[in-house]
T-cell receptor, first 114, second 116 residues
Framework: DQQVKQNSPSLSVQEGRISILNCDYTNSMFDYFLWYKKYPAEGPTFLISISSIKDKNEDGRFTVFLNKSAKHLSLHIVPSQPGDSAVYFCAASGSGGSNYKLTFGKGTLLTVNP | GAGVSQSPSNKVTEKGKDVELRCDPISGHTALYWYRQSLGQGLEFLIYFQGNSAPDKSGLPSDRFSAERTGGSVSTLTIQRTQQEDSAVYLC??????????????FGPGTRLTVL
């Protein structure tokens, strides 16, 4: 039972345009959400996060939006750059005693074309 | 500063053999995590160490898997009698404090395990 779903395995955008990566979750106990970025042969690196008490968090070119009622979050990258080409993982953690556990989606491969 | 390191980077073994995977966390980080990523899947939580507390082993898929963390630093993940379904990338992460999801986890490059 996948609790965090990234339904698009891949996404291709032109340099300079907006990239929108989507993520859905099913567990209503999740209260903290993260995006990680992964280049080949490297470990995932933390990109941006959002708490469930917010609906938007922005960091430079990256913005994460959270819609709790829809159990949906998205990552916007504006403008997209070729160096953004990577696999993006959505992850979530929940309240309670084991909230250090991250539950990950399967990832979306973003390709930004020059 | 140095990040999380893992060794070996690649390991090929025969079914039924035991393997040991090593993780060196970021110095000073109290929490250490193991995840694995099977082909086409997301990262799956395996085990969590935090300071001197008993580890959370709830993610270990079978009793063939075990892990230890010596001296609050280096960790070893051991898989006994490996099976082909154990083939995956095993990722280690560490975080400064642990205990909460807001504590950023820093990942190593992973060990790619192939069981023939």
């Amino acid at each position: 039972d996948q609790q965090v779903k990234q339904n698009s395995p891949s996404l291709s955008v032109q340099e300079g345009r907006i990239s929108i990566l989507n993520c859905d979750y099913t567990n209503s106990m999740f209260d903290y959400f993260l995006w990680y970025k992964k280049y080949p042969a490297e470990g995932p690196t933390f990109l941006i996060s959002i708490s469930s008490i917010k609906d938007k968090n922005e960091d430079g070119r990256f913005t994460v939006f959270l819609n709790k009622s829809a159990k949906h979050l998205s990552l916007h990258i504006v403008p997209s750059q070729p160096g953004d080409s990577a696999v993006y993982f959505c992850a979530a953690s929940g309240s309670g005693g084991s909230n250090y556990k991250l539950t990950f989606g399967k990832g979306t491969l973003l390709t930004v074309n020059p | 500063g140095a990040g999380v390191s893992q060794s070996p980077s690649n390991k090929v073994t025969e079914k039924g053999k035991d393997v040991e995977l090593r993780c060196d966390p970021i110095s000073g980080h109290t929490a250490l995590y193991w995840y694995r990523q099977s082909l086409g899947q997301g990262l799956e939580f395996l085990i969590y160490f935090q300071g001197n507390s008993a580890p959370d082993k709830s993610g270990l898929p079978s009793d063939r898997f075990s892990a230890e963390r010596t001296g609050g630093s280096v960790s070893t993940l051991t898989i006994q009698r490996t099976q082909q379904e154990d083939s995956a990338v095993y990722l280690c992460a560490s975080s400064p404090f642990g205990g909460v999801g807001t504590d950023t986890q820093y990942f190593g490059p992973g060990t790619r395990l192939t069981v023939l």
